[in-house]
């Protein structure tokens, strides 16, 4: 069963940085494993923000590339997020997920569809101030 939980949310001023980590576990080696992140705002539709895909592809959604940055350790079984200039747009839950099955590589249109993914964790928040 695989299981996926996000920390490292907060609060912080527009223009400052935050880190985002993901935990999952995996019954298979998770280096198989394609894991993205994505974001909802309230009142908004849940938007594509990074993944990561079989064997050591990247995938960014317009809105935040050249300002975050993924990344994975296979051997802590863990996918950062790292953001930089962060701006009260991207203020959201940021939600974590894994793809159920091993060893696909992943197109961007495949990245970025929620019905791509079969584990979610709860969501972390994120508050970025003017």
């Known amino acids: 069963q695989v299981q996926v939980v996000e920390s490292g949310g907060g609060l912080v001023h527009a223009g400052g940085p935050l880190s985002l980590s993901c935990v999952v576990s995996t019954p298979y080696p998770f280096l198989g494993y394609n894991v993205a992140w994505f974001r909802q705002a309230p009142g908004q539709e849940r938007e594509f923000v990074a993944a990561?895909?079989?064997?050591?592809?990247?995938h960014y959604g317009d809105s935040v590339k050249d300002r975050f940055t993924i990344s994975r350790d296979n051997a802590r079984n863990t996918v950062y997020l790292e953001m930089d200039n962060l701006e009260p747009e991207d203020t959201a839950v940021y939600l974590c997920?894994?793809?159920?099955?091993?060893?696909?590589?992943?197109?961007?249109?495949?990245?970025?569809?929620?019905?791509?993914?079969?584990?979610w964790g709860q969501g972390t928040q994120v508050t970025v101030s003017a």
């Open positions: 997920a894994a793809d159920l099955r091993t060893y696909t590589t992943l197109s961007l249109s495949d990245a970025k569809s929620d019905r791509t993914y079969g584990a």
């Open positions: 990561t895909s079989w064997p050591l592809i990247i």
